[in-house]
């Protein structure tokens, strides 16, 4: 799989997305490699039956194949089919739709913050050098859309930039950068700003592992 591969589902395609449970097990996928159902049930603390159904969706919509390369008749293995996805609010283009995309970035929503949640509990039992490289920032800017989407870009391009170290170097380890912008809630609704939810939907770049 290109370590760089994109996949930009359609409506029903972030519907089969739109489920945490289903989120985690293609980030596994994504990060850890090729599992059978038995492996990710276990990780997740899941029954193998409901592992297996959400497995089943993935493949459906094309999100994970079957690595022919392992396994046996007994225990299928899976892999990603690529290593991020992308929105694009454009394919929306009913109510429904604008519902499915919110639906599936609110569910990635849960996941970035269990993540979040964990990697706290488990930060003082790290290497301190791993403590003080971990940050929570946040910022406030005036900014125009325009800016605003520009901003973003510019910290994206940075981060895909970035080289990664030696992955045989011991001291190396995975580390997750996670980028969330957003208009202040309830901000444009306070300054009388609001209009059409939808009258600007145009490609979004978020992209999750």
């Known amino acids: 799989m290109d370590p760089r591969s994109f996949v930009t589902p359609g409506p029903e395609g972030l519907k089969a997305l739109s489920h945490p449970g289903r989120l985690r097990m293609l980030g596994l996928l994504r990060t850890e490699g090729p599992a059978t159902a038995t492996t990710l049930a276990t990780r997740l603390g899941l029954n193998s039956g409901a592992t297996s159904y959400h497995l ?45 995309v919110d639906a599936y970035l609110q569910a990635v929503g849960v996941v970035y913050t269990e993540q979040l949640q964990h990697s706290l509990e488990e930060r003082r039992t790290l290497p301190h050098a791993w403590q003080d490289a971990g940050n929570l920032s946040d910022w406030s800017l005036r900014l125009t859309p325009a800016r605003a989407k520009a901003l973003v870009e510019a910290l994206h391009d940075l981060v895909e930039g970035w080289p990664e170290d030696d992955a045989d170097d011991p001291e190396t380890a995975e580390f997750r950068v996670n980028i969330n912008a957003f208009v202040r809630p309830g901000l444009l609704a306070a300054e009388g700003l609001e209009g059409n939810p939808h009258a600007e939907d145009g490609p979004d770049d978020g992209r999750t592992p």
């Open 56 to 100: 089943r969706q993935l493949e459906k919509h094309g999100f994970i194949v079957e690595d022919t390369s392992r396994g046996n008749a007994r225990d299928r293995w899976w892999r990603a089919a690529h290593q991020f996805t992308q929105t694009d609010a454009a394919l929306a283009t009913t109510e429904e739709e604008h519902d499915t």
